[in-house]
């Protein structure tokens, strides 16, 4: 029986408390990488809205990380996700072409109400082919990573924003 298995049994055994460790550590991995949006939007002088986990914004089913000017003029927002395994990855994929549906509904194609962005990062997206492939379509390309978020705000619609 290899370690890795191992371990899995004796996380169940004990009531999964290293799985409780593993959610809390994934949250501050994630929150350097909305660092880094923030900062790449605050070079620019975009104003944005970042939204706190479970918030509740009006035209949204699902809350996206950020919303770019605001939640009351929705032009552009980002979603973004450091994982390690590809069931996560898979989850914020389909929450990505949710988002993409909303921002078409009610508009032709070419039209959205929004722009969708895919910020990632980590192994667990690099698993499934599929998957980058719907999220490539679901954004109409805007998917960075945490080496080209330097190209984050020039090949997006934020150039729009930019103030510096």
Do not use: W
Not at 21 to 38: C, F, K, P
Not at 45 to 65: L, N
Not at 137 to 156: C, D, H, W
Request: aromatic share 8%.
């Amino acid at each position: 029986m290899g370690a890795p298995y191992a371990m899995l049994l004796y996380e169940r055994f004990l009531g999964r408390p290293f799985a409780g460790h593993r959610d809390s550590v994934s949250e501050l991995v994630g929150d350097s990488l909305e660092s880094a949006i923030e900062d790449a939007l605050s070079r620019a002088g975009i104003s944005y809205r970042k939204t706190k986990r479970a918030e509740r914004i009006a035209g949204f089913d699902q809350t996206p990380d950020f919303i770019i000017p605001s939640e009351f003029n929705p032009q552009t927002i980002i979603e973004a996700k450091i994982t390690e395994d590809d069931g996560t990855a898979r989850d914020k994929v389909t929450r990505i072409q949710h988002l993409g549906e909303l921002s078409l509904a009610g508009r032709s194609k070419g039209n959205p109400k929004y722009e969708v962005i895919a910020c990632i990062g980590g192994r667990g997206f690099g698993v499934r082919r599929e998957d980058m492939k719907k999220m490539i379509l679901a954004t109409r390309g805007k998917v960075f990573t945490v080496k080209t978020l330097n190209r984050l705000v020039e090949y997006s619609r934020l150039k729009e924003f930019r103030t510096k």
